[in-house]
């Protein structure tokens, strides 16, 4: 009976550890060791003007991407066309508009200077996207000059990435963006396993300890 009874603590422990592994992890394509306090930014995006961000994908499941965005004081902001498109075959993977209601979140208006401005951007999951290279364009419609918004770059981080703000080079810088991946993450499920028995064993140490 005791022996049933572990075996199926076990069995609800790994489904648990399961569930709170698979998710949607994000990773930045820029270096993270730079405060955001010292983040550039590039000119505001005016009407035609065009970002393009390419970057190669560390893992599969590539569902979307998260970047940080400034809005003129106190002005809304007009229409942004975005594309992600497989550099290799040109096949677009997603497409959409930001427009003002992506900044009417708590994410973009966050007090925290790390999370504040964000925007989040989801598509269908790619399956084997890693070791791909892809291009991220944002292009501004037709809009007023106030209605404008820059995007914030920093220095990239290792991977292959590559930044062109209407059509301009910026070398050695990548916007601030993190690839949305769902999947299933194995590190964090071991170490999910290893804090469970970890505490099943001093559960039962203690227990053994003062009964």
Do not use: H
Request: net charge positive; glycine share 8%; charged share 25%.
């Amino acid at each position: 009976m005791k022996t049933i009874k572990k075996i199926g603590i076990a069995i609800i422990i790994i489904i648990i550890g399961v569930a709170y592994a698979y998710g949607t992890w994000p990773r930045p394509i820029y270096n993270t060791d730079i405060g955001s306090l010292s983040y550039e930014k590039t000119d505001f995006l005016t009407t035609d003007s065009t970002m393009e961000q390419k970057f190669v994908c560390g893992n599969n499941g590539f569902s979307g991407f998260t970047i940080k965005m400034l809005k003129q004081d106190g002005q809304n902001i007009g229409n942004y066309r975005w594309t992600v498109e497989e550099v290799k075959t040109g096949k677009t993977i997603g497409k959409g508009t930001i427009s003002e209601a992506d900044t009417e979140t708590r994410l973009f208006e966050s007090s925290n200077p790390q999370k504040q401005g964000m925007v989040n951007v989801n598509f269908p999951k790619q399956q084997n996207s890693k070791g791909k290279e892809y291009r991220l364009t944002l292009q501004a419609e037709e809009m007023e000059d106030t209605e404008s918004v820059a995007v914030y770059i920093t220095e990239k981080n290792s991977t292959e990435s590559e930044l062109k703000v209407n059509k301009n080079a910026m070398t050695d810088k990548a916007s601030v963006v993190k690839l949305n991946y769902k999947r299933f993450n194995v590190e964090t499920f071991i170490v999910f396993l290893g804090i469970a028995v970890y505490l099943w064993t001093f559960i039962k140490f203690m227990y053994k300890l003062f009964r």
